[in-house]
């Protein structure tokens, strides 16, 4: 029962690169979801897909894009990675209907130089 | 105005006492109310949901929801070292998104 897959779970690069992290479902959720964590931030919304085919921006979009790419995967882009990106990011799935809380992936642990 | 707040804590309870986390929230329009615990460097994990006013018990865990006061907390009995964690208070409206507090760090001395 793997839930929520994440890759890679820890990267390094320097800035002005670019990558993009992975996530897989197989709970058969419709909504996903990216997340980061800072310090004393709590999470912060990137970007999420209500179903399969739709994608938008939560509290902090810049500088990342994101690719629903079927149902069970969604993955986050950085074009062009800063310092200020350095980061935890979460991915997350949930049901549609509002009772259903949010499953997270074990996260990816990203430093850029 | 933070949509969903907590204290940051530190709270600190001797082992074996109620801890107890509390979280307000600003949207009336919020109908479901989570709570997460999430261990340093691991990601976050569901211990609680609530969707009605009152009481629900789980264990050692107790979530109580007060929508006219747009108050939601969370008593942990018999504390354990094990519970020392960070909680984060979580709500979700009729939209898809979920909104999550800062988290409280609870620490439970032996």
């Known amino acids: 029962n793997a839930g929520v897959t994440q890759t890679p779970k820890f990267q390094v690069l320097k800035t002005g690169q670019s990558m993009t992290l992975q996530c897989a479902q197989d709970?058969?959720?419709?909504?996903m979801y990216w997340y980061r964590q800072d310090p004393g931030m709590g999470l912060r919304l990137i970007y999420y897909?209500?179903?399969?085919?739709?994608?938008d921006k939560g509290e902090v979009p810049n500088g990342y894009n994101v690719s629903r790419l079927n149902k069970r995967e969604f993955s986050l882009r950085l074009e062009s990675a800063a310092p200020s990106q350095t980061s935890v990011y979460f991915c997350?799935?949930?049901?549609?209907?509002?009772?259903?809380?949010?499953?997270f992936g074990d996260g990816t642990r990203l430093s850029i130089l | 105005q933070k949509e969903v707040e907590q204290n940051s804590g530190p709270l600190s309870v001797p082992e074996g006492a109620i801890a107890s986390l509390n979280c307000t929230y600003s949207d009336r329009g919020s109908q479901s109310f989570f709570w997460y615990r999430q261990y340093s460097g691991k990601s976050p994990e569901l211990i609680m949901s609530?969707?009605?006013?009152g009481d629900k018990e789980d264990g050692r865990f107790t979530a109580q929801l007060n929508k006219a006061s747009q108050y939601v907390s969370l008593l942990i009995r018999d504390s354990q070292p094990s519970d020392s964690a960070t909680y984060l208070c979580?709500?979700?409206?009729?939209?898809?998104?979920?909104?999550f507090g800062p988290g409280t760090r609870l620490s439970v001395l032996p």
């Open positions: 709970m058969n959720h419709n909504s």
């Open positions: 609530i969707y009605s006013n």
């Open positions: 979580a709500v979700r409206n009729y939209g898809q998104n979920f909104v």
């Open positions: 897909s209500a179903s399969e085919g739709t994608t």
């Open positions: 997350a799935s949930t049901e549609s209907t509002e009772a259903q809380p949010q499953h």
